[in-house]
């Protein structure tokens, strides 16, 4: 029996970065370090701020990135001792959950230290991409070298079924595992009676009508479809709650102004402290998600665990594990189709609790559960690669 040593993860994004690969890989982090083996995060180093994390977090030189606050891009060949330092740890495998600058980091200590690496598939890259870059040219060159990477790991891991069309539409023809992410929220207490404390401590009334969007303030998740549909909405009364941070929330702000929709809309920013977002999702009445961008939202399932259902668009890669009408909603992806469902589910509260408890029974799975399946799917990858090393023919297909 293969015993772990050390794990380490590499990202381009952590702590204070709030966003669903962050949070994945925080609780993978917490999760093995607790359970498995002693656990390390490798990351670009963030100005201000400390990390104060049970593991160890290795973090290296890093810049802004002009339009796309708060993130930054790792530059690890100007931090001479990332490396060394890294090596220096005791680990019998990595896992990348991002291609650039922490992917070719862990590529890096993988085959000095002659280790399997697993890289997970998370994002629309070439959304990403096109956002920012107007040359498809450049887009399609940066894909390759995002595919290059994948390919040059020993398994490569998607989070939901439907994310194998996007990574094969850029070009990647191997094999791929799906492993779920988990959730780290739970009520505690009867949710009937949670979401009623939550409704008093965020000033709502039983009656009123809450909607709420958590994630990233950025045009790639339809967030001006969304301003859009809610201002279709506002004969009806209603407070909408928007969580999160982003490059696009200035403008957001300005088009809810334009709009009249300043008295509805309340932007929170980033929520950090885990116990208000629970009470954000359960005061809610629908968690509004149109976005096509995500591929397994986090917060679609964090809404699910306070039994918050969630509207989102019919074909979209989020999409995927939604039962319209059972455990979310789904509508057709135009305005007057959203605002009509919306309507429609607004009206019916027995609805709204119906589907929310089904979401909470089919969409919610927790990070300590997760990370027992991500322990043995390891301990297989590193048998095998210890038997590809001791008898060479034996190559990886």
């Not at 629908?286 to 917060?299: H, K, M, T």
């Not at 979310?328 to 609805?351: C, H, P, R, T, W």
């Not at 690669?385 to 190559?395: E, M, R, T, V």
Request: proline residues 5%; glycine residues 6%.
């Amino acid at each position: 029996m293969i015993k772990l040593n050390g794990i380490g993860l590499f990202n381009e994004g952590f702590l204070p970065i709030l966003d669903g690969v962050s949070m994945t890989v925080k609780n993978y982090a917490f999760w093995l370090n607790r359970k498995v083996a002693p656990t390390i995060v490798v990351t670009p180093k963030f100005p201000g701020y400390n990390d104060r994390e049970e593991f160890k977090v290795f973090r290296y030189f890093s810049a802004p990135i002009p339009f796309h606050n708060p993130y930054r891009v790792g530059l690890p060949l100007f931090d001479h001792s990332i490396y060394a330092k890294v090596l220096g740890q005791k680990l019998d495998i990595v896992h990348a959950h991002s291609p650039f600058s922490a992917g070719s980091l862990a590529l890096k200590v993988a085959h000095k230290k002659k280790i399997p690496i697993v890289a997970t598939f998370h994002s629309k890259f070439r959304d990403d991409f096109e956002t920012h870059i107007s040359s498809k040219i450049i887009v399609d060159q940066m894909l390759k070298q995002v595919i290059h990477f994948f390919e040059s790991a020993d398994e490569v891991w998607i989070p939901q079924a439907r994310v194998e069309d996007t990574i094969r539409s850029y070009g990647y023809k191997g094999s791929l595992e799906v492993v779920a992410n988990g959730i780290d929220l739970n009520p505690g207490i009867d949710i009937d009676l949670f979401k009623k404390e939550s409704r008093q401590a965020l000033g709502f009334s039983e009656s009123e009508l809450v909607f709420i969007f958590v994630g990233q303030h950025i045009w790639e998740k339809n967030l001006k479809f969304l301003l859009e549909a809610l201002g279709r909405f506002r004969s009806k009364p209603f407070t909408a709650l928007f969580a999160g941070e982003g490059y696009a929330r200035p403008m957001l702000e300005k088009i809810a102004k334009e709009s009249g929709l300043t008295d509805r809309i309340r932007f929170l920013g980033a929520v950090r402290d885990r116990e208000m977002l629970k009470k954000i999702y359960a005061s809610a009445n629908l968690f509004l998600f149109p976005s096509l961008y995500d591929n397994a939202p986090l917060v679609l399932r964090e809404a699910a665990a306070m039994h918050t259902p969630a509207l989102l668009l019919k074909g979209s890669t989020a999409a995927e594990v939604i039962e319209d009408g059972v455990n979310g909603f789904l509508a057709e992806n135009n305005l007057d189709a959203y605002v009509k469902k919306m309507a429609e589910i607004s009206a019916n509260s027995s609805l709204q609790r119906e589907v929310g408890l089904k979401a909470s029974q089919t969409l919610c799975r927790s990070w300590e559960n997760i990370v027992d399946e991500v322990k043995d799917r390891y301990l297989a990858l590193i048998h095998r690669k210890l038997n590809q090393n001791s008898y060479p023919f034996l190559l990886k297909s």
